[in-house]
T-cell receptor, first 110, second 114 residues
Framework: QKEVEQDPGPLSVPEGAIVSLNCTYS??????FMWYRQYSRKGPELLMY????GNKEDGRFTAQVDKSSKYISLFIRDSQPSDSATYLC??????????FGTGTSLTVIP | GAVVSQHPSWVICKSGTSVKIECRSL??????MFWYRQFPKQSLMLMAT?????????EQGVEKDKFLINHASLTLSTLTVTSAHPEDSSFYIC??????????FGPGTRLTVL
């Protein structure tokens, strides 16, 4: 069983839609939960970071962590074509060694 | 945010040769850096932890004699793929910094072994 599971998609939505991205994990000791955005052949860029459980909002992005269900989510409101990218969830015990999901490819259609 | 650079960004080599990839922290000191590998349509997989002034620690299944890591200074870690083979073709990414939201990733190095 992989440490982190993520539906690879691809996911295609119309501009303005609400996007929901999800990951599940198996290691209950994970404390740090991140969402990264990655463009083709580039390194990941941090979008959202949550420590332990709870919700976090930043502009159009909301991250949720449910440790009891071992489930994290990223919501993108009012999606834009510029949001088209691959979104990676990542988790960590220590805060610096990360376990990544496979990434979900998102396309927002104008 | 802080900047991590990698060099080269893209390298093509013949099977059996060795390739060195550099990872530099440009505006911070990194006692620890991490090396990841990403195959097409797959997740980034942690390969090893690079420790300044000491031996690297490798994840299970990663051959330490094949992937040599040297962290000679607080701003530079190198990954050398020795006797590269086509199955080593991948996207190699390093990271450095502090914890979680201050861990920065390099732009990656695409290795193609012919």
């Amino acid at each position: 069983q992989k440490e982190v599971e993520q539906d690879p998609g691809p996911l295609s939505v119309p501009e303005g839609a609400i996007v929901s991205l999800n990951c599940t994990y198996s290691n209950s000791a994970f404390q740090y939960f991140m969402w990264y955005r990655q463009y083709s052949r580039k390194g990941p860029e941090l979008l959202m970071y949550t420590y332990s459980s709870g919700n976090k909002e930043d502009g159009r992005f909301t991250a949720q962590v449910d440790k009891s269900s071992k489930y994290i989510s990223l919501f993108i409101r009012d999606s834009q074509p510029s949001d088209s990218a691959t979104y990676l969830c990542a988790m960590s015990l220590t805060g610096n060694q990360f376990y990544f999901g496979t990434g979900t490819s998102l396309t927002v259609i104008p | 945010g802080a900047v991590v650079s990698q060099h080269p960004s893209w390298v093509i080599c013949k099977s059996g040769t060795s390739v060195k990839i550099e990872c530099r922290s440009l505006d911070f000191q990194a006692t620890t850096m991490f090396w990841y590998r990403q195959f097409p349509k797959q997740s980034l997989m942690l390969m090893a932890t690079s420790n300044e002034g000491s031996k690297a620690t490798y994840e299970q299944g990663v051959e330490k004699d094949k992937f040599l890591i040297n962290h000679a200074s607080l701003t530079l870690s190198t990954l050398t793929v020795t006797s590269a083979h086509p199955e080593d073709s991948s996207f190699y990414i390093c990271s450095g910094g502090g914890a979680a939201d201050t861990q920065y990733f390099g732009p990656g190095t695409r290795l193609t072994v012919l």
